[in-house]
């Protein structure tokens, strides 16, 4: 079974620049999940959706940041414009949910620095 | 703020001896889970426990949970090289990550 696939694994970009980052969830999975992890923390949740619908974005800073899951499989997160401080690994994680359990899978991660 | 937190931040073992970290949450829960990362495999999956279960094993990881305390643990008998990595808890509330126990395996 091939995991969560994201793309690209490293991307460095000036400051005020956009950046976009794709995942790519295991098949079947209705649960995808985004999070930003900053060096020595654990992952941050930005957004996570059910199906189409994005069910928690609380934590997603929609000024400069936004998401899409088209057709509810493959999904967007772009930043515009890029700002230092958003350097950090974006992962995404797709999860089958089934009542009160979820386990998520994650991807190995885009890298971004911001200069 | 986090719904996980981990204890201890770092810990350093012998191999062969047994790692226990601790996870603290502070709202209800369904689930907690426990999590991997290292450089070679990313974050992955160990365990996950019910709320209404108090102790599950997966191999050499037994995990514990107390809801009355909010608290979870997770014990690693008989490490080895390969457990050196960052663990995290997470809960099902907002799934929020704590920020992770650094466990190192010492030859």
């Known amino acids: 079974e091939a995991g969560v696939v994201q793309s690209p694994r490293y991307k460095i970009i000036e400051k005020k620049q956009p950046v976009a980052f794709w995942c790519n969830p295991i098949?079947?999975?209705?649960?995808l999940y985004w999070y930003r992890q900053n060096l020595g923390q654990g992952p941050e949740l930005l957004i996570r959706?059910?199906?189409?619908?994005?069910?928690?974005d609380s934590q997603l800073p929609k000024d400069r940041f936004s998401a899409e899951r088209l057709k509810g499989v493959d999904s967007t997160l772009k930043i515009q414009p890029a700002e230092l401080g958003d350097s950090a690994v974006y992962l995404c994680?797709?999860?089958?949910?089934?009542?009160?359990?979820?386990?998520?899978?994650f991807g190995p991660g885009t890298r971004l620095t911001v200069t | 703020s986090q719904q996980g937190e981990e204890d201890p931040q770092a810990l350093s073992i012998q191999e062969g001896e047994n790692a226990t970290m601790n996870c603290s949450y502070k709202?209800?829960?369904?689930?907690l889970q426990w999590y991997r990362q290292n450089s070679g495999r990313g974050l992955v999956h160990l365990i996950l426990?019910?709320?209404?279960?108090r102790e599950k094993h997966s191999g050499r990881l037994r995990v514990t949970l107390d809801t009355s305390k909010k608290s979870s643990s997770l014990l690693i008998t008989a490490s080895r090289a390969a457990d050196t990595a960052s663990y995290f808890c997470?809960?099902?509330?907002?799934?929020?990550f704590g920020k992770g126990t650094r466990l190192h395996i010492l030859p």
């Open positions: 997470a809960t099902d509330d907002k799934i929020i």
């Open positions: 098949s079947g999975h209705n649960t």
């Open positions: 994680a797709s999860s089958l949910v089934r009542g009160e359990s979820y386990e998520q899978y």
């Open positions: 426990i019910r709320s209404n279960e």
């Open positions: 959706y059910e199906n189409e619908e994005a069910v928690d």
């Open positions: 709202t209800s829960i369904n689930n």
